[in-house]
């Protein structure tokens, strides 16, 4: 199995300031013959179901806001918030999808 | 717009059998592989079961392998989880999930999201 590992736990940050999140997995999640990584962001608000942001390591979902980036490869990986907003509190997990079982990181809890 | 509505969950003793339920609407439920995915109180998400969209691939996380059983009927836009003994452990929120699809292939990420529907296994 690809076990995913996030950091930190939890993340307290003031309205504006950037924050980062980071993502690793055991093994490469990268698939060379169409050069794409197979790693996924969600965000959880509270009594929510996950909202997907970001696919493909980077690519940003319709509608999400451009201050959620994210970027890296193989088994390294962050979700960056720019400038975070009061409606950024929630919790973000990672997830590959590049072989089953399709695992999760435990969550990143993002406090304001 | 993608609607995921699960129902089917409870109480039930451990041993017991649940069959979880999922309407899906606004999309074309036939073309799209489906999945479940669990969350414990207070924990994190894991991923349970995939089924594609002609149920020919089904796949299953290890820890319900052989108790838990995941159709669709096509023509009814349902996905549904069949729960048989049922243990503590298995005790979370289950939420119906639509993989991401293009016309050639679906990738298991995971683009729309049921509400969830909450699962306590107690004696």
């Known amino acids: 199995d690809i076990v995913m590992t996030q950091s930190p736990d939890s993340l307290a940050v003031s309205l504006g300031e950037r924050a980062t999140i980071s993502c690793w997995s055991s093994q490469s999640v990268f698939f060379s013959s169409n050069n794409k990584n197979y790693l996924s962001w969600y965000q959880q608000k509270p009594r929510q179901p996950p909202k997907l942001l970001i696919s493909w390591a980077s690519t940003r979902e319709s509608g999400v806001p451009d201050r959620f980036s994210g970027s890296g490869s193989g088994t390294y990986f962050t979700l960056s918030i720019s400038s975070v907003q009061a409606e950024d509190v929630a919790v973000y997990y990672c997830q590959q999808y590049y072989g089953t079982p399709y695992t999760f990181g435990q969550g990143t809890k993002l406090e304001i | 717009e993608v609607q995921l509505v699960e129902w089917g969950g409870g109480l039930v003793k451990p041993g017991g059998s649940l069959r979880l339920s999922c309407a899906a609407s606004?999309?074309?439920?036939?073309?799209?592989?489906m999945n479940w995915v669990r969350q414990a109180p207070g924990k994190g998400l894991e991923w349970v079961s995939s089924i594609s969209s002609r149920s020919d691939y089904i796949f299953y996380a290890d820890s319900v392998k052989g108790r838990f059983t995941i159709s669709r009927d096509n023509a009814r836009n349902s996905l549904y989880l069949q729960m048989n003994s049922l243990r503590a452990e298995d005790t979370a929120v289950y939420y119906c999930?639509?993989?991401?699809?293009?016309?050639?292939?679906?990738?298991?990420?995971?683009?729309?999201w049921g509400r969830g529907t909450l699962v306590t296994v107690s004696s």
């Open positions: 999930a639509r993989d991401y699809c293009t016309s050639a292939s679906c990738y298991y990420y995971f683009d729309s």
């Open positions: 606004g999309f074309t439920f036939s073309t799209y592989s």
